[in-house]
Each structure stands twice: as C-alpha cells, then as structure tokens.
C-alpha cells in the first residue's frame, strides 16, 4: 500500500515511534533548509518564520559569514576542551562580550554550552562571592531545565514529576501590571511591588543569607513581560543595599532583540551577572556568564565550566554572529520591526476582544489573548487554535505565558518589510476566524 502521507507527516511519525514523548512539540513544522527568515519544509513548502528557532536566529537562518566561520574553525580543529588546551576563540569572544557588555570598571567572562547551564554557573559563581546560599526569583520566570534552573523556573508544567528541587530557593510575584493591577496606576503598583519586595526581608529569606537575586527583565516563557522601569531600578538599590548580587537572565532578550546587546542596557540598570545563549551564537550551541571581574574571580578553579565549555566551532560563530549583527546593523533593524509588529497589534487590539494586552521592547512583542477582557481570564484555547491555524497557512507561530495564552514573536531580524507583513496578515486572519469562532 502507498504511504500517501506528506514528508513532513511522515516525518513526524517518525519522531514519535523513537523520541521520549517527553521532548515537547511546540510545532508541527519540519524543516529541509532554511536561509534568512523563510524555511523550506520537507515537502518544499515555504514557512515564514515568526519562532525563530525560540529566538536563537536573530542574524536570520544560515547567515553567510557565520557558516563562513564554522567551516573554517572546522577545518582547524573540532575540540581540545579549554580546560586542558587553550585556544584563542574563546579568548577573543571573552574580550568581545566584555567591549559589548561591559560589568563596571573591569568585566570577565566564562563560556558554556546552554542558557541553562548559564544560570547554573551564574548561580556558584554568586553563592561564592558572597558566602551566601539562598536565591531569590520570581513567578513566571523560566532560567532552564537543570536541577537548580529547573527550580528558579516557575511554570509548573515544566517541573513535574521532576522533584525533590534545590534547596534555599525563594520567590516573589513578579511585578506584571496588566495581570494584577487591579485598577491601580502603573506608579501605584510598582510602589507595592517595591513594598512587598522590602518586606521580604522580614518574612520571606534574611538578607544576609541571600546571595543573589535573578531576573528576566523581560520574561521570555512567562510571555514577555516587561520589568517596569522603576522596579528594576529599585531592586538595583535593593541589592546594593544588603550585598546582593543582581543576576539578569538575557538568555531570550539578548542579542539586538530588544534593539540592545541585552535589555538592561534599554533600562541603563547594572548587573552583576548576566547570563546569554541563544542568538548569540546563531543556532551553535554556545552560552556565557558575564559580570564583574572580582565576582567572576571569586569562583574556585574547577567549580565552575565543563568539558564542552566554549566549543571552539562554537565560538566562531559567536564572534561572527556579532559582527554580522554589528555589519547589518541589526540593533536599529530591531527597532523598525518592532514598530511595524507593535503598529499592528495595536490597531488590532481595537478591533479583536480577545487581545487583552500588547507589549514588549524592540522586537520582543507579544499579545496576550483573554476571555471577557478580564486580564485573570487567560484564553489558551484560543492561543493554541491561532498557532494551530498559522501552521496550515504557511506561518511558524509560538506561544507562551504560564497559562499558554500569550502570541510571541521571535522572527529573525533580517526578516524583510515584506516578509513580515505576509506574516502579521497570516496571523490577523486566523485571529479573526478563531475569535469569530469562539
């Protein structure tokens, strides 16, 4: 009998006879090549691609000068481990990420492999620089899908079954104005926000226990919501105050993605630590830790790395990775696509119900999709019919948000004017037919 399935079918079917089911499924596109902001399927369809690999591919798929890079560094040598030969990528992205991403008078840097394992190293490096154990995050946070990352994660979907979790972990409500402000002024809420933060001090975890604090100052998972400017600048005092370290998780905001190399520099608020993967290396797997010289020293050799630190293919494409940025202008780039997504969504947040609000920087946007336009009514059932809808018609969508209510988008920033509008009417005419058909 003839398989009269397409290869895309075939090849999902495929997946599921032989992958742990565990292994989550976040969209049913298959991918045969990908250039830019298009990928060809396996039966040669063509997508437009608003997920971007979960926003690993803001120079776009397959950028000339990185594929340049990886080809060469290959031809050199594949793997030495940097813990037992040097090598000089490693050396030379260190001093890039510390001209770009500079921590007060002196910055160092450490490579890794993954976001997750950024936060993990961020984590030692911060319990040994202060001699401190407990860490404080926040609700709707993700930082990874290790042990201690796992654990400052808060989506309960991602943890179960997952469990016992690491030990002196504390959390605060992270300060989400549309969700829970309740008729408020924006001034009002982030004042007791600010308030609760401070009370922490004396029901929640002793400051002199509290190594540090890490944030997402736009939450990527939790359905990119932004840290409202004065928030983060009084947990920047609030650190400072009692010797805790303030870690910024820029794993998804990195890399021009809000118009910046990370978000804080939008918000001109100084870590301690930051943490970056993704776009950095443009699907390469390649992380960092960066902060201040004398926190990035306190670590004791050998606690902190592993053997696949700094892949040296890996660097490569991370140093060609920013220069194309850097070359492209990619920074600005973001900027011009974020007014065009966020000029959209607004005119049709006029016209649709279902969108309770519009947000996000540069172009890290989102809109979330609600029930009676009631913010605490999140509508994911809508959600997964629009990403479900955009799929058929040739558009790779993503959801997020703790209740899986949240459109985000994550299109390569190379993606063309044109490009991006057939996306954006993909996706206002699925809304229109799913919200008509609620």
Not at 93 to 119: N, Q
Not at 370 to 379: F, L, M, S
Not at 402 to 418: A, S, Y
Request: charged share 20%.
């Amino acid at each position: 009998m003839i398989d009269q399935r397409s290869k895309s079918e075939a090849l999902l079917q495929r997946r599921k006879n032989i992958v742990a089911n565990g292994v989550g499924v976040f969209n049913t596109a298959s991918v045969r090549s990908a250039k830019g902001a298009i990928i060809i399927d396996e039966d040669g369809r063509e997508l437009i691609d608003f997920a971007g690999g979960i926003g690993v591919v803001n120079a776009g798929h397959c950028p000339e000068p990185v594929v340049q890079a990886i080809c060469a560094q290959a031809e050199k040598y594949l793997h030495t481990s940097f813990n037992v030969v040097t090598y000089e990528p490693y050396i030379k992205l260190c001093e890039v990420l510390a001209e770009i991403l500079p921590h007060g008078e002196k910055t160092k840097s450490m490579l890794v492999s993954t976001g997750a394992e950024a936060v993990e190293n961020a984590i030692k490096i911060a319990r040994q620089a202060t001699g401190r154990q407990a860490i404080l995050s926040f609700t709707d946070a993700f930082h990874g899908r290790t042990m201690m990352a796992m654990t400052l994660t808060s989506k309960i979907k991602y943890k179960i079954g997952c469990g016992p979790f690491a030990p002196e972990v504390y959390r605060l409500p992270f300060p989400n104005y549309y969700r829970y402000g309740n008729g408020r002024s924006e001034a009002e809420f982030v004042s007791d926000e600010i308030r609760s933060l401070q009370e922490s001090i004396s029901n929640m975890v002793d400051p002199q226990n509290l190594a540090a604090i890490i944030l997402e100052p736009i939450q990527g998972e939790g359905g990119f919501n932004p840290v409202p400017q004065r928030y983060l600048e009084q947990l920047r005092q609030f650190c400072t105050q009692y010797g805790i370290l303030l870690i910024l998780d820029e794993v998804q905001s990195g890399f021009a993605r809000t118009g910046h190399w990370a978000s804080w520099q939008h918000y001109n608020v100084q870590p301690d630590i930051s943490t970056y993967a993704k776009s950095m290396g443009s699907g390469m797997p390649i992380a960092a830790v960066v902060g201040r010289a004398d926190i990035m020293d306190a670590a004791i050799s050998g606690t902190i790395g592993g053997t696949y630190i700094g892949n040296p293919v890996s660097c490569a494409a991370a140093l060609a990775t920013i220069q194309y940025i850097k070359d492209q202008q990619l920074n600005s780039r973001a900027i011009q696509v974020g007014k065009i997504i966020s000029d959209a969504f607004s005119s049709w947040k006029k016209k649709y119900p279902s969108i309770g609000d519009v947000r996000g920087i540069g172009a890290m946007m989102a809109i979330e999709l609600v029930k009676e336009n009631d913010p605490r009514k999140p509508d994911g059932d809508l959600c997964n019919r629009i990403v479900a809808g955009c799929a058929e018609k040739g558009l790779v969508l993503l959801s997020a948000g703790t209740f899986g209510n949240v459109i985000r988008i994550l299109c390569p920033l190379v993606i063309t004017d044109q490009q991006l509008k057939e996306g954006l009417d993909i996706l206002e005419n699925t809304l229109k037919v799913e919200s008509t058909n609620i």
